[in-house]
């Protein structure tokens, strides 16, 4: 059966990077993008972008360039999300997401909450 | 402030049927298909609606979506505690090049 498994939960202080990463298993890696989203404490889903698994070619939404970093090793079915220089508003639960088609997304991994406090 | 418009909250009673609906314009909605999904409490979102009106295997036919124009609507039907969950529909900006997310309804069933 189709997994998404993330790591865990991180505490950082500001100024710090952090890389989450999203384990896939139960089908072909390549033959699916993985998305990103983010939810604040209390908030709705932002979609964050999406890496193309077959090229590694990621795309960025507007809100999230510059800091946010996707991608890929491949060769254990894996995709990260790197967050450098960390702030205080990055603390949220950060979802990976496999698409079906561009905003259809079936399977989720749990999500892994990053805190940033000094 | 969401491109998609989404009420913050409906509710209704158990056994009963509620809609959310979910706005947007011919850049999104108008020409692209919607998903929803179901968020309970501490948990990651479950794909509950995709191509506007299909259900993934698994999801009772209590839930059902509907896209007319620029709006989707999902409904449920039977009310059950369980339902309670914050729900959000999606879909592709053709103009901004981007997946949206409405701002995400809350459902309390009394």
């Known amino acids: 059966q189709v997994q998404l498994v993330q790591s865990g939960s991180e505490l950082k202080t500001p100024g710090a990077s952090v890389k989450v990463s999203c384990k896939a298993s139960?089908?072909?890696?390549?033959?699916?993008?993985m998305n990103w989203v983010r939810q604040a404490p209390g908030q709705g889903l932002e979609w964050m972008g999406w890496?193309?698994?077959?090229?590694?070619?990621?795309t960025y939404a507007q809100d999230f360039t510059g800091r946010f970093v996707f991608s890929l090793d491949t060769s254990v079915s894996t995709a990260y999300l790197h967050i450098s220089n960390l702030k205080a508003e990055d603390t949220a639960i950060y979802y990976c997401?496999?698409?079906?088609?561009?905003?259809?997304?079936?399977?989720w991994g749990q999500g892994t909450l990053v805190t940033v406090s000094s | 402030q969401s491109v998609l418009t989404q009420p913050p909250s409906v509710s209704a009673a158990p056994g009963q049927k509620v809609t959310i609906s979910c706005s947007g314009s011919?850049?999104?909605?108008?020409?692209?298909?919607v998903s929803w999904y179901q968020q309970l409490p501490g948990t990651a979102p479950k794909l509950l609606i995709y191509?506007?009106?299909r259900r993934p295997s698994g999801i009772p036919d209590r839930f059902f979506g509907s896209k007319s124009g620029t709006s989707a609507t999902l409904g449920i039907t039977g009310l059950q505690t369980g339902d309670e969950a914050d729900y959000y529909c999606?879909?592709?900006?053709?103009?901004?090049?981007?997946?949206?997310f409405g701002g995400g309804t809350k459902l309390t069933v009394l």
């Open positions: 997401m496999r698409d079906n088609r561009v905003g259809e997304f079936d399977y």
């Open positions: 139960g089908y072909t890696f390549i033959t699916h993008s």
């Open positions: 191509d506007n009106n």
């Open positions: 011919t850049s999104n909605i108008g020409n692209n298909y």
């Open positions: 890496i193309t698994t077959s090229t590694g070619n990621p």
């Open positions: 999606v879909t592709w900006d053709s103009s901004l090049s981007a997946v949206l």
